[in-house]
């Protein structure tokens, strides 16, 4: 058998089954027509015309017994790739995201796989901890900086730097102990995103709300939008997506009591959303703050973002 993989996780489930959830929870915009043929499905693709062409183009093997179980083709726009990629173009081409809502729901077998530690251990848990005073290798400024609306007070603070030859952004992350973990790159000429391999998505800034005592924090989904809510007076973190149960879990224990959700106005948003609640428990607040659709935080003045309703 060959079963579609995620990290340690399989994925028994028929790709039709799969695309049907998707195509209910998308209240039918993508993946309308699914029509058997033999062993592949041929599907409306969506990775064009907003996943609404007339005619289906778009084929996707469905076939456990294959090692091509979940490679599609589209003939009209030539797109292809795994199941992950094709699910990923109905969340904003969000690969994280798209394996997160593929786990979350049909994950049923783990696979044993050799761990191998870090350097260190504390609170019994394997990790690696980088010194602060590695940062200074990236302690230059970059026109990028301004250009995406930063200022020098939350440069300062959240330490945004650059590498040496100007070809990336850096945003260094640490966990909710205040443990430097590593540091992210974001390339200033194209969208490049670089994160350092073998570890967890970390809740960006949390560290600093945990310091500084904040109890109620606005959640959005990148390290800009989190940066820009800073510098409106706004405390916030990024989940580097939507969330996930881990990060659910450690923002349970956080001591904030009020979130306020800020995610991003499209579908992987509007189920991210949905997802948050559905996993807070009820002696924690939960408000959203439903930005337009087609634009994120960053998308916005400070007054347009200010006067957006709560609910």
């Known amino acids: ?16 089954t799969i695309l049907q959830q998707l195509r209910k929870e998308t209240n039918n915009r993508y993946f309308k027509d699914i029509i058997y043929k033999g062993n592949q499905l041929c599907i409306t693709c969506p990775s ?14 469905d076939d456990n017994t294959s090692d091509m179980n979940g ?5 009209t726009c030539g797109a292809s790739g795994t ?13 994280i995201v798209a394996g997160e809502w593929l786990t979350e729901r049909f994950a049923d077998t783990y696979l044993v796989t050799e761990t191998v530690l870090p350097e260190i251990t504390l609170n019994n848990e394997k990790i690696e901890v980088l010194d602060d005073s590695v ?17 020098e007070e939350i440069i300062r603070k959240f330490r945004i730097g650059s590498t ?14 205040d443990r430097l973990l590593g540091v992210f790159k974001r390339s200033t000429e194209g969208k490049q995103f670089i994160i350092p391999k ?14 500084e005592h904040i109890t109620t924090v606005y959640i959005v989904e990148s390290q800009i939008n989190a940066l820009t809510c800073w510098k409106w007076g706004y405390p916030a973190v990024a989940l580097i997506g939507t969330g996930s149960k881990e990060q659910y879990e450690i923002l349970k224990k956080s001591g904030i009591r009020h979130f306020i959700l800020c995610f991003d106005g499209d579908v992987a ?8 609640i559905n996993n807070m428990p009820d002696d924690i607040l939960v408000s959203v703050k439903n930005i337009p659709r087609n634009k994120d935080v960053n998308d916005l003045t400070k007054e347009e973002f200010d006067n957006l309703e709560i609910s």
């Not at 579609?4 to 039709?16: F, L, R």
């Not at 699910?87 to 969000?94: E, G, H, K, R, T």
């Not at 940062?135 to 200022?151: I, Q, S």
């Not at 030859?165 to 945003?171: L, V």
Request: aromatic letters at 18%.
């Open 71 to 75: 490679v599609w083709h589209c003939f």
């Open 48 to 61: 064009h015309k907003g996943g609404q062409e007339n005619k289906p183009s778009c084929f996707i093997i």
């Open 198 to 211: 073998n570890i967890k998505k970390p809740i960006y800034l949390l560290n600093f709300i945990i310091k």
């Open 83 to 95: 199941l992950i990629d094709l699910i990923a173009y109905c969340f904003n081409n969000d690969v």
């Open 164 to 177: 040496p030859d100007g070809k990336y952004i850096t945003f260094p992350f640490w966990d909710e102990h």
């Open 269 to 276: 948003g509007d189920t991210g959303i949905k997802r948050f």
């Open 135 to 151: 940062l200074d290798e990236y302690a230059y400024y970059h026109p990028y900086m301004f250009k995406r609306g930063l200022n």
């Open 1 to 16: 058998m060959s079963y579609i993989k995620i990290g340690n996780k399989i994925i028994t489930t028929s790709v039709e």
